[in-house]
Nanobody
Framework: QVQLVESGGGLVQPGGSLRLSCAAS????????MGWYRQAPGKQRELVAV???????NYADSVKGRFTISRDNAKNTVYLQMNSLKPEDTGVYYC???????????????WGQGTQVIVSS
């Protein structure tokens, strides 16, 4: 079994910062691309940032220059550093990863449970 667990969400004022973390655990053979999605109240889930293994990072236009995605492969963890936060960044943020598990040997599309981010004055 493979699990993704997010942390770091909370309530911040506009212009503030948060750092989200997502740690993968379980019978992991390898992890391919990892990414962050978010879902604002009443809206569809959207891709925020993605970081492939050995590839370049990509961001939604709305967060470019403000958010930074990174990963620590030794810890099986992906991060999202969020700076200059705006009210429109409010939503539930979800970690996603395609994981190849060891037992059984198969590919899994894994999702975290989500962590809430509220940007409000």
């Amino acid at each position: 079994q493979v699990q993704l667990v997010e942390s770091g969400g909370g309530l911040v004022q506009p212009g503030g910062s948060l750092r989200l973390s997502c740690a993968a655990s379980g019978s992991i053979f390898s992890i391919n691309a990892m990414g962050w999605y978010r879902q604002a109240p009443g809206k569809q889930r959207e891709l925020v940032a993605v970081i492939p293994t050995g590839g370049s990072t990509n961001y939604a236009d709305s967060v470019k220059g403000r958010f930074t995605i990174s990963r620590d492969n030794a810890k099986n963890t992906v991060y999202l550093q969020m700076n200059s936060l705006k009210p429109e960044d409010t939503g539930v943020y979800y970690c996603n990863a395609v994981v190849v598990s060891s037992t059984p040997f198969r590919a899994l599309d894994c999702w975290g449970q989500g962590t809430q981010v509220i940007v409000s004055s």
